[in-house]
């Protein structure tokens, strides 16, 4: 009863006019990001943020919640038409949507896409509400040591997602952390890779890292390309619906993906992109017409975009429970809420119910509010796919510079942006993925205090971290999470091997 007590105060804050207006706005402008090849939704969050500093807490957390759940669904809408997916989680779409576009079934692609993510953002919503207070009350009870092992265990289970390359994740990560560490240290007031620089006494702002790989990354990346003229998407439809037959084999794959999509989606790391392709090969086992798929299988695009749609939100959970962000959106979410003077973790639920319950409340909003906006106005905002690179990313290039200034008001900051920039495209030419960095660049600071206090609270006993059951449990997920992908590929190896043979 109390956790439907907190829900109906959370939908009586969300509900406000106020703040159904923030989730439209939030939300259309979501939709638009998340279809523009190339923006993803912590792009799209990361340029925006700068403007939510003077909203409060709670409308600021509301609007990056619509912008975060309206790119997941305009993300497949690029995927369908044009073959290019919005951003990673999008991939999918692209197996069958495209193939149903190019068959004349579009206006069914476009709304089952709709649905799909309506009943997927709900359903985990609904799981969200569930596990939300019950993980911060688990949280509770971590001490110094605790904490730190949590951080180790989602920074050991991002590098351990790295596609193919654990050492390169690694590489990414201590190159997050190496960041973490500039500034003055909190404990013995020494200045660590400052360079003389004043300016850096204070440290590199972690938004700033994440405006910089993101935001200039990907405008960076698209220099080469900005003469190429793009795909031409289709702009006029008939009536954007599904028949019944096409629902009765959609409806089973998007019950059973959004579970699947919230879990993965609660692991640091993990993100739209895998719980979208492993519920997309899932339907793909399961299905009486396997050779169907990646020819237009209306199931095929309805089972990963619900599992995107619920990735997104089960993504939430560490970043409000823990104070662990889960993925690169909640991530800059987390980092929000810090520059307004929260700590997102065990305590969020009790100190600042409004919030966490008005955003969890958004959630079931914001999917409907979608749902209503992306079927009707589909034909309408397709249409942003005509705009031409050349205009479109100047305008991100000039949002992440003023987004970047109105952090901290310093110049210095302007050349960090642009190495980073940089920096964002080197990664991407080497196959070096950036969520490590970007993770280690947020929990770096707190993980070395964490570290720090419960050395020093154990009088230098290194087995403080390894005493309490939860220590020892987060210690065997840092282990599984280390060897598993290791057996794994020495398997694949020996496969490969016997194959061959």
Same mark, same amino acid.
């Given at each position: 009863?109390?956790?439907?007590?907190?829900?109906?105060?959370?939908?009586?804050?969300?509900?406000?006019?106020?703040?159904?207006?923030?989730?439209?706005?939030?939300?259309?402008?979501?939709?638009?990001i998340?279809?523009?090849p /190339?923006?993803?939704?912590?792009?799209?969050v990361?340029?925006?943020?700068?403007?939510?500093?003077?909203?409060?807490?709670?409308?600021?957390?509301?609007?990056?919640?619509?912008?975060?759940?309206?790119?997941?669904?305009?993300?497949?809408?690029?995927?369908?038409?044009?073959?290019?997916?919005?951003?990673?989680?999008?991939?999918?779409?692209?197996?069958?949507?495209?193939?149903?576009a190019?068959?004349g079934?579009?206006?069914s692609?476009?709304?089952?896409?709709?649905?799909?993510?309506?009943?997927?953002?709900?359903?985990?919503?609904?799981?969200?509400?569930?596990?939300?207070?019950?993980?911060?009350?688990?949280?509770?009870?971590?001490?110094?040591?605790?904490?730190?092992?949590?951080?180790?265990a989602?920074?050991?289970?991002?590098?351990s997602?790295?596609?193919?390359?654990?050492?390169?994740?690694?590489?990414?990560?201590?190159?997050g952390?190496?960041?973490?560490?500039?500034?003055?240290?909190?404990?013995?007031?020494?200045?660590?890779?400052?360079?003389?620089?004043?300016?850096?006494?204070?440290?590199?702002d972690?938004?700033?890292?994440?405006?910089?790989?993101?935001?200039?990354?990907?405008?960076?990346?698209?220099?080469?390309?900005?003469?190429?003229?793009?795909?031409?998407a289709?702009?006029?439809?008939?009536?954007?619906?599904?028949?019944?037959?096409?629902w009765?084999?959609?409806?089973?794959?998007?019950?059973?993906?959004?579970?699947?999509?919230?879990?993965? /989606?609660?692991?640091?790391?993990?993100?739209?992109?895998?719980?979208?392709?492993?519920?997309?090969n899932?339907?793909?086992q399961?299905?009486?017409?396997?050779?169907?798929?990646?020819?237009?299988?209306?199931?095929?695009?309805?089972a990963?975009?619900?599992?995107?749609?619920?990735?997104?939100?089960?993504?939430?959970?560490?970043?409000?429970s823990?104070?662990?962000?889960?993925?690169?959106?909640?991530?800059?979410?987390?980092?929000?809420?810090?520059?307004?003077?929260?700590?997102?973790?065990?305590?969020?639920?009790?100190?600042?119910?409004?919030?966490?319950?008005?955003?969890?409340?958004?959630?079931?909003v914001?999917?409907?509010?979608?749902?209503?906006?992306?079927?009707?106005?589909?034909g309408?905002?397709?249409?942003?796919?005509?705009?031409?690179?050349?205009?479109?990313?100047?305008?991100?290039?000039?949002?992440?510079?003023?987004?970047?200034?109105?952090?901290?008001?310093?110049?210095?900051?302007?050349y960090?942006?642009?190495i980073?920039?940089?920096?964002?495209?080197?990664?991407?030419?080497?196959?070096?993925?950036?969520?490590?960095?970007?993770?280690?660049?947020?929990?770096?600071?707190?993980?070395?205090?964490?570290?720090?206090?419960?050395?020093?609270?154990?009088?230098?006993?290194?087995?403080?971290?390894?005493?309490? /059951?939860?220590?020892?449990?987060?210690?065997?997920?840092?282990?599984?999470?280390?060897l598993?992908?290791?057996?794994?590929?020495?398997?694949?190896?020996?496969?490969?091997?016997?194959?061959?043979?």
């Amino acid at each position: 009863m109390d956790i439907l007590t907190n829900l109906m105060n959370g939908f009586s804050v969300a509900l406000q006019p106020y703040y159904l207006f923030l989730i439209l706005v939030g939300g259309i402008l979501g939709t638009v990001i998340g279809m523009l090849p /190339g923006l993803g939704p912590a792009t799209g969050v990361a340029i925006l943020l700068p403007m939510t500093f003077s909203m409060g807490p709670t409308a600021s957390l509301i609007t990056m919640m619509g912008v975060y759940i309206g790119a997941m669904f305009g993300g497949s809408r690029s995927s369908i038409l044009i073959n290019t997916p919005g951003d990673g989680a999008a991939l999918a779409a692209t197996f069958d949507g495209y193939p149903m576009a190019m068959k004349g079934k579009a206006e069914s692609a476009l709304a089952i896409s709709a649905i799909a993510s309506l009943i997927g953002g709900t359903i985990a919503a609904v799981l969200m509400t569930l596990m939300a207070e019950p993980v911060a009350g688990l949280a509770v009870k971590f001490g110094p040591a605790e904490y730190f092992l949590l951080m180790v265990a989602a920074l050991s289970m991002t590098v351990s997602m790295s596609k193919g390359n654990m050492l390169k994740g690694f590489l990414s990560m201590c190159i997050g952390l190496a960041i973490s560490t500039v500034g003055i240290d909190g404990q013995s007031g020494l200045q660590r890779f400052t360079f003389g620089v004043l300016e850096l006494q204070t440290g590199i702002d972690f938004l700033v890292v994440i405006i910089g790989i993101y935001a200039l990354g990907e405008v960076f990346k698209s220099f080469r390309t900005l003469s190429e003229g793009g795909k031409k998407a289709q702009t006029k439809f008939k009536r954007i619906w599904i028949s019944k037959e096409e629902w009765k084999r959609s409806k089973w794959p998007i019950l059973r993906s959004a579970p699947v999509g919230f879990i993965i /989606g609660a692991l640091p790391g993990a993100g739209g992109t895998m719980a979208s392709l492993m519920c997309y090969n899932n339907e793909k086992q399961l299905s009486k017409n396997k050779e169907e798929f990646g020819h237009g299988a209306i199931e095929g695009l309805a089972a990963p975009e619900s599992a995107n749609n619920a990735a997104s939100i089960g993504a939430m959970i560490p970043m409000l429970s823990l104070g662990v962000p889960g993925s690169g959106t909640t991530a800059v979410m987390m980092g929000a809420l810090l520059m307004l003077g929260i700590q997102p973790g065990p305590l969020l639920f009790a100190q600042h119910p409004d919030t966490a319950w008005g955003l969890i409340a958004s959630m079931f909003v914001a999917n409907v509010i979608l749902a209503i906006v992306n079927i009707p106005l589909a034909g309408v905002l397709v249409r942003l796919l005509a705009i031409p690179p050349k205009v479109l990313y100047p305008i991100v290039l000039s949002l992440a510079f003023v987004g970047c200034y109105a952090i901290s008001a310093s110049v210095v900051d302007f050349y960090i942006l642009i190495i980073l920039g940089v920096a964002g495209v080197i990664m991407g030419r080497l196959d070096i993925p950036t969520s490590p960095m970007i993770l280690a660049a947020i929990v770096g600071g707190q993980m070395e205090q964490s570290f720090r206090q419960g050395y020093r609270i154990s009088n230098q006993d290194l087995s403080v971290f390894m005493n309490s /059951g939860i220590a020892k449990g987060l210690l065997v997920v840092i282990l599984l999470s280390i060897l598993l992908p290791i057996i794994s590929a020495i398997r694949a190896k020996a496969a490969k091997r016997k194959v061959a043979a």
